[in-house]
């Protein structure tokens, strides 16, 4: 039986494959380093990333979270 962070990553996986979420221009944060930044360029299963000061970082889809800017 799957565990739920499996489950969570495979959803995450398939929403992201659909372009359903992380397009290029959304703020993300990567949840390990804690690193903000706005998507510059979408990969497979990664994205490239870069933070207010100008710096660039990549991060894989399950380890980033989606920044509500409200």
């Known amino acids: ?6 489950v969570k990553q495979e959803v ?3 929403c992201y494959i659909q372009k359903e ?3 290029k ?12 930044g ?6 497979v299963n990664y994205v ?5 000061s100008g710096k660039m970082f990549r ?3 399950k380890d980033i979270r989606e920044v509500n800017l409200q």
């Open 38 to 43: 706005t998507i510059i360029r979408p990969g």
């Open 25 to 36: 221009n959304d703020v993300i944060m990567n949840a390990n380093t804690g690193e903000k």
């Open 48 to 52: 490239i990333a870069v933070t207010e």
């Open 21 to 23: 979420i992380f397009q």
């Open 59 to 61: 991060a894989w889809v």
């Open 1 to 6: 039986m799957k565990s739920f962070k499996q």
């Open 12 to 14: 995450t996986q398939e």
